[in-house]
């Protein structure tokens, strides 16, 4: 599940969230009471009251201060997964989110976070920073529209000759990695350069970081 929203609220003033995302190198959660999933995705839930963490707050993460999110819709993805599945994707696939900051997105290059594609047991959950030069872009689409087709929330994208695993997942190290445009009747292949994996976790239980 993935969404944007906007943060009301704060027990504390100013809100302490960064206000250039450019570097981002640190991970915020928050630690909601219980409440359906389900009523949050067919609407029935459009705000909720939740602790924010800097860090992860079961991996030792630090209250920061109580806040009201306010979810936009639509959502971003649901996608609910299915238990008969025993293979992950292979090659290496990730799904892009637009950082919407103004700081974040130039004529030069384009910010976005990438979500690892869970699909099969135990496999690993992994969010990175990235960014994408649409000039190091090849499509068969109209370079005037090739920005907007990079700013789609969700699009989904394979790392041809990198295996779906943990060991070889995307972090600082793999730097300039060379990605294709998935269902894309344009053909796009792009090359983007890791800044950093904000976290990783691994299934089943998605507790232990991945460099455990």
């Not at 900051?101 to 976070?113: G, L, R």
């Not at 992994?126 to 872009?137: D, E, T």
């Not at 972090?171 to 894309?184: H, I, K, N, P």
């Amino acid at each position: 599940l993935t969404f944007l929203a906007l943060i009301t609220n704060s027990t504390v003033n100013p809100l302490p969230l960064p206000t250039n995302i450019t570097q981002i190198n640190s991970q915020w959660t928050i630690q909601p009471e219980q409440w359906s999933l389900n009523n949050l995705i067919n609407g029935n839930i459009t705000e909720f009251r939740t602790k924010l963490y800097t860090g992860n707050f079961e991996q030792s993460g630090r209250y920061l201060c109580d806040v009201t999110v306010n979810i936009i819709r639509p959502l971003l993805s649901v996608i609910q997964l299915n238990e008969s599945e025993v293979e992950p994707y292979q090659p290496l696939r990730y799904s892009s989110y637009l950082l919407s900051n103004s700081t974040a997105t130039t004529d030069k290059q384009i910010h976005f976070y990438l979500l690892h594609q869970i699909r099969a047991q135990p496999d690993f959950d992994s969010i990175v920073h990235v960014v994408i030069n649409p000039a190091n872009c090849t499509s068969d689409i109209n370079r005037s529209e090739l920005n907007n087709l990079l700013q789609q929330n969700g699009n989904e994208w394979a790392f041809h000759g990198i295996d779906n695993e943990i060991g070889t997942r995307l972090t600082r190290a793999s730097e300039f990695v060379r990605a294709q445009l998935l269902g894309d009747i344009y053909s796009t292949v792009c090359t983007m350069y890791v800044i950093a994996e904000i976290q990783c976790t691994m299934g089943p239980d998605f507790y232990d970081t991945c460099d455990v």
